[in-house]
Structure formats: structure tokens, C-alpha cells
């Protein structure tokens, strides 16, 4: 098969500001479309970016088919940027980050626990990627003429060496500056995205996907986002809105879609030899990142506790945080403007930990809902040595859903 010989670079959230990218956010299925059904009242875009003042940019990066040849493809890989005040603020947020199983990398998050703040974007890529992701910010933050002596940027990771030349280091600082510079509000592109482009989750393709929550205005009217890069879990472990998915949907495991010869120490077969993985139920594989924002007042401590609760709705998906995996997640609030003021007291707005609790809700229930919508926006991908990764299939999908009696009622 033949390569091609040119990188595409497809920047999805900058053609938000078009009809056609608009159109491509908005009118992609979700998990809700399906009839998936969800606990809680999601925002208007049920997105990370329904948090006011919260931009996403992502670049997305494929080339290249057939057999692996390091520094030369396949690639499938990407970036993807959270901006917590958008690209005009450097005001930093309170932050709080939690690892369930630490396999995994976020740089800088040494100084969010001792300062309790984020100072600067979010930022996901793949796990051999992350340097130069880290030294691009330190450079668009120079380049932006904003005055500091010295950065320590958030820079997380997960593996996506299956569908993607990793080793190639294909991710470049330039595409952490298109990421960043293609930051905007409003929908944000799931699936084959970003850093999720050569993702795959429960055994399905994955990716990027997010959701929302608006609470009551008993409860403070409240918004939480969240976005996740999902690349973890087991299939027999996948379960969506309770359904044992991963059991009733076995087949459609990832394979190589070849007749030629596989990789040395190969993780899956021949398609034509059913797929299947190699020791079946043995450890998890992958990792997942998961940003939430909120604007409800909270402080470090109380935003920590929020990065815990993901954790939940990562086990009520079958995640178990599993020794391979890298389970790393951060949380961030918006309000407090001003809070990293260096040279007066400051006065603080603080929610009490007594009213905290559908805060700790709506994360679940979002994380629950951004990971769903991560596996149902993904599309199947052919990556290096022609593994083949299969997407959720839809209609199956809606039939176990309803076998169990389980479809949102409309």
C-alpha cells in the first residue's frame, strides 16, 4: 500500500468559526441521540465549554498507511488545548488535580497542589509528545508578551502507540501553537481529535468527548464541564448507563487488517482470524485524562475533592485503574477572579463544603456522559501496520440498550 508523502493537519475547532465546521460539531451523533440515557440537566452545548470564559483548540494529524516505519508513519495523533479564561487571560484559576492509577504523566501539577492554582492552558497530546507540547507553551506564552519569569505548564498523556508512529515524534512545537492559537468557545469536535485522534478505549476506537451540567438554581445554578481523552479499559469491562455493553458486543476487537506479517510481539491477530486480544482478560491497558471546569466558587482543597469524584464516573464506565493505566484528572474553577493578585489581600467567594455535594454529582454524571460520547463520536481508524480499530457500532448499541430497557424515554 502506498504512503502518503505529505502530513494532513486538520484543526477542527478552528473551522468552528465557519458554517461547515459548526455544522460538523453540532450535528455529529451523541450518546443522547442514540436514546444513551444520562442523570442530570446538561448545559445548552452539554460541553466543557458551557463553563463561560473556557476555549478548546485541537489539532488533529493523520498521514499514512501500511506498515510501520519509525520516523515516517503512519501518524495519527494530535493535540488538544483547555484554555480556563480563554486566550486573552493570564489571570490563573484555582485548581486541584487526583491520580487514581499513576502510570501516566501531567506535568506541572506539583505546583497546582503547593499553589492551589493553573496558571496557564490545559494541555493533552500523546505520551511521547509531551516535551515538546510543555516547551511550546513556555514559547506562545513568551510570544504573547505576557510578563512572567518562568512557566510550569500542565501537560498530560496517553499512549497511542497501536495506531500511531509514536516514536516518529510527529507532534511538533508548531502544532502545539495551532492548538492553542485555534483555542475558541462554543462546540467542541469529539472522537478522532486532538490528542484522541489514535485513541482507542474498551477496545473501541476512542478519543475525545465531552459533556456538561447545569445544576438547579436551588443549587447555586451551577455549571460543570468536562472533557476527557479516553484511551483505557478492557472490553468484557465496558458498561454505558449500566448495560453490560462490553459483554453483549464481544466481537469487533481491533486486528490486523494484513495478510502480510504482523508485528513482532503483536497485541491482537488477524482480522481474518477473528481479532481477539492476546491473553484476553490480562491487565488494562491505556490511560485517560479528564479536565473538569466549573465556575461555582471553590477553593484548591475543594476543587481536589471534585478531581476524586472523576474517578467515579470513570468506574461506573468499567474503568478500574488498572496497573498499566495512567488515570490522571484536574479540575478547575473559574470564579475568584484576581485570586494570584501578588501584592494585596485578597477577598474570596467560597462555596461551603455542606452545599458542595451536587457539585461532586454533576461531575460523575459528566464524566460518565463525556466518555460515552467519546466512544460514540469515534470512528473506526486503519493506523500503523494496518491495525484496524473498530468504532462502537451505533445501532448494536441502541438494540443492547433497549434489551435491557434502558433507552432515554424522549
Not at 484554555?83 to 486541584?96: Q, T
Not at 473538569?292 to 481536589?304: C, E, I, R, S, Y
Not at 474570596?348 to 461532586?360: G, Q, R, S, W
Not at 443492547?400 to 433507552?407: D, E, F, G, S, W
Request: hydrophobic share 40%; aromatic share 6%.
Amino acid at each position: 500500500m502506498s504512503r502518503g508523502p505529505m502530513l494532513a493537519i486538520l484543526a477542527f475547532p478552528a473551522l468552528l468559526a465557519t458554517p461547515l465546521g459548526e455544522t460538523r460539531a453540532q450535528t455529529k451523533p451523541r450518546a443522547r441521540d442514540l436514546g444513551v440515557p444520562f442523570d442530570g440537566a446538561p448545559g445548552p452545548l452539554n460541553a466543557l465549554t458551557d463553563v463561560a470564559g473556557v476555549e478548546v483548540g485541537q489539532i488533529t494529524l493523520v498521514s499514512g498507511v501500511g506498515k510501520l516505519v519509525v520516523g515516517q508513519g503512519p501518524v495519527r495523533t494530535g493535540v488538544t488545548a483547555i484554555l480556563p479564561r480563554g486566550k486573552g487571560s493570564g489571570d490563573p484559576v484555582f485548581a486541584g488535580w487526583f491520580t487514581l492509577n499513576g502510570n501516566g504523566e501531567m506535568t506541572g501539577t506539583i505546583w497546582v497542589e503547593e499553589s492551589g492554582f493553573l496558571a496557564g492552558p490545559v494541555m493533552i497530546t500523546n505520551t511521547h509528545s509531551v516535551g515538546i507540547v510543555r516547551d511550546a507553551v513556555i514559547e506562545w506564552l513568551v510570544r504573547s508578551g505576557r510578563k512572567f519569569d518562568w512557566s510550569l505548564p500542565v501537560v498530560a498523556e496517553t499512549w497511542d502507540g497501536s495506531l500511531n508512529d509514536i516514536n516518529g515524534f510527529h507532534v511538533r512545537r508548531e502544532h502545539g501553537f495551532a492548538a492553542l492559537d485555534s483555542a475558541r468557545p462554543g462546540p467542541v469536535a469529539e472522537g478522532n481529535v486532538g490528542g484522541g485522534t489514535g485513541m482507542i478505549c474498551h477496545e473501541f476506537k476512542g478519543g475525545i468527548g465531552t459533556a456538561s451540567r447545569q445544576l438547579r438554581a436551588s443549587e447555586g445554578g451551577y455549571t460543570v464541564g468536562v472533557l476527557v481523552q479516553c484511551n483505557y479499559g478492557r472490553r468484557r469491562q465496558l458498561r454505558i448507563a449500566g448495560v453490560p455493553v462490553g459483554t453483549e458486543i464481544p466481537d469487533l476487537l481491533p486486528c490486523y487488517d494484513t495478510p502480510g506479517p504482523l508485528p513482532a510481539d503483536p497485541d491482537w491477530k488477524r482480522c481474518t482470524e477473528g481479532g481477539g486480544t492476546r491473553g484476553g482478560d490480562g491487565a488494562e491497558r491505556g490511560s485517560i485524562i479528564i479536565v473538569v471546569a466549573t465556575d461555582a466558587p471553590l477553593l484548591p482543597h475543594q476543587l481536589k475533592r471534585v478531581a476524586k469524584r472523576v474517578a467515579l464516573g470513570v468506574g461506573k464506565m468499567g474503568g478500574i485503574g488498572g496497573n498499566s493505566s495512567g488515570d490522571i484528572f484536574i479540575a478547575f474553577s473559574t470564579a475568584n477572579p484576581g485570586a494570584a493578585g501578588p501584592s494585596a489581600t485578597v477577598a474570596l467567594a467560597m462555596l461551603p463544603n455542606e452545599l458542595i455535594n451536587p457539585i461532586f454529582d454533576a461531575t460523575v454524571q459528566a464524566t460518565e456522559e463525556a466518555i460515552t460520547n467519546a466512544l460514540v463520536a469515534a470512528e473506526t481508524m486503519t493506523g500503523a501496520d494496518d491495525l484496524r480499530v473498530s468504532a462502537l457500532p451505533h445501532e448494536r448499541l441502541w438494540q443492547v440498550l433497549a434489551k435491557y430497557n434502558q433507552l432515554r424515554r424522549r
